[in-house]
Antibody, heavy 120, light 112 residues
């Protein structure tokens, strides 16, 4: 049974970097058939896909245009997890953040969610 | 980006009665392989979204058969044949045909 466990701080100061980690159990971040995604949810923006990382003989990353200049998603094969870094955050980045596995054409496994508040 | 539009946004339903949610996409989600790249999710209160239907009509593992998905191209429907109390929450459609993956606004189902 695949599970995703999120960790990271719930409070980030404006202009700083938001960092979250998603630990994978029951699958591998290096899987050739899954992609590993970050999604956020807020009242103003609804569910918003932020980006993904995946391995297909080499590593790929794809990001939403809305955050492309500020986001990095990195896999860590030694720890079997992937991370989200979002730079230069503002209060508009306040949201509930999810990691999710995309497998066989759907987000079939989701993390538990992390509420991140951007405030001084 | 593909824009996903759901209706209604709020859906009060009497237990035992059917319910139907519409999802329309700004571009066709029909791939040349014949699959429609449209999924449905339910987010129960306080929980993460959970997969109900993938590729338009396939029920995910463990999803009761009272849930069904239909449609093709730009028009899709999620139907619940007989609503139960545990079906309360927000239903989302999501397109996975192209990046960025995009979601509908959500339809909140409540019990009358």
């Amino acid at each position: 049974q695949v599970q995703l466990q999120q960790s990271g701080p719930g409070l980030v100061k404006p202009a700083q970097t938001l960092s979250l980690t998603c630990a994978i159990s029951g699958d591998s971040v290096s899987s050739n058939s899954a992609t590993w995604n970050w999604i956020r949810q807020s009242p103003s923006r609804g569910l918003e896909w932020l980006g993904r990382t995946y391995y297909r003989s080499k590593w790929y990353n794809e990001y939403a245009d809305s955050v492309k200049s500020r986001i990095t998603i990195n896999p860590d094969t030694s720890k079997n997890h992937f991370s989200l870094q979002l730079n230069s955050v503002t209060p508009e980045d306040t949201a509930l953040y999810y990691c999710a596995r995309f497998f066989r054409d759907a987000m079939d496994v989701w993390g538990q969610g992390t509420t991140v508040t951007v405030s001084s | 980006d593909i824009v996903m539009t759901q209706s209604p946004l709020s859906l009060p339903v009497t237990p035992g009665e059917p319910a139907s949610i519409s999802c329309r996409s700004s571009q066709s989600l029909l791939h040349r392989n014949g699959d429609n790249y449209l999924d449905w999710y339910l987010q129960r209160p306080g929980q993460s979204p959970q997969l109900l239907i993938y590729l338009g009509f396939n029920r995910a593992s463990g999803v009761p058969d009272r849930f069904s998905g239909s449609g093709s191209g730009t028009d899709f429907t999620l139907k619940i044949s007989r609503v139960e109390a545990e079906d309360v929450g927000v239903y989302y459609c999501m397109q996975v045909l192209q990046i960025p993956i995009t979601f509908g606004q959500g339809t909140r189902l409540e019990i009358k």
